[in-house]
């Protein structure tokens, strides 16, 4: 499985690292069953993270056709320069509205096309962690999917056409979602799982110390009960 992260300007730096470490660990342990790259829209270029400025470099450009799998990143960090209170006022925005407007960004590049073209793929896997899928629905490609994200931005995500699940990761077929920054570790480890195997996954839980929270949900099995 050629797995692609996608970096694009003001990315968060944990959300793509979590999920390339846990891949990158995943090909090693199953002598070469994953690999896994950074890519932008853009093509090769050093891109920068909204955490404090950290660069990673993409060595390849997005490409659907070689791809079997396509995670995407949220974003981090203050909309405007350093130093200059973003729209006026900073303290009357909240955290979900600074997100849109840094996804928003992302959204007026060549990145939006690109992520349709993996979308409409047949057998190519598009995953989200935290703000990603915002950024995917921003761009109007979630409308009727089941999806999570950051827990502050649920609501914005449901406002994009979604239907919400506020779950730690969401497996809705092609389309596996992750929540909170931190869900990058159990996304990957799901992702090496479903793709490769429990084996693997396993493998790489103990080697990481790590594991993962929370019931992966899936669109199975009985309703629960009203309360």
Same mark, same amino acid.
């Given at each position: ?122 057998? *190519? ?16 490609? *979630? ?85």
């Amino acid at each position: 499985m050629h797995a692609q992260i996608v970096l694009f300007d003001g990315f968060d730096l944990l959300d793509v690292i979590a999920p390339y470490e846990v891949l990158y660990a995943g090909g090693a342990a199953s002598d070469g069953a994953v690999d896994v790259e950074l890519v932008s829209a853009e093509g090769r270029r050093e891109v920068v993270s909204g955490t404090g400025g950290v660069t990673l470099w993409a060595t390849a450009a997005l490409d659907p056709e070689r791809a079997g799998l396509v995670v995407v990143p949220g974003a981090a960090g203050r909309v405007g320069t350093p130093g200059e209170a973003p729209d006026g006022d900073a303290g009357a925005r909240t955290p979900d509205e600074f997100l849109s407007v840094l996804l928003g960004r992302a959204v007026q590049t060549g990145l939006p096309s690109l992520l349709k073209a993996a979308m409409d793929r047949p057998g *190519l896997t598009v995953a989200t962690v935290c703000g990603g899928s915002l950024l995917l629905g921003l761009a109007g490609l *979630l409308k009727g999917r089941r999806a999570t994200t950051h827990h502050l931005a649920l609501e914005t995500l449901a406002e994009t056409g979604a239907q919400v699940v506020p779950a730690r990761v969401v497996d809705d077929g092609d389309l596996v979602t992750g929540g909170g920054v931190t869900s990058g570790l159990d996304l990957g480890l799901y992702l090496l799982e479903r793709e490769v195997g429990p084996k693997i996954a396993r493998a790489v839980e103990e080697l990481f110390a790590y594991e993962r929270r929370g019931v992966v949900w899936r669109d199975r099995g009985p309703a629960p009960s009203a309360p």
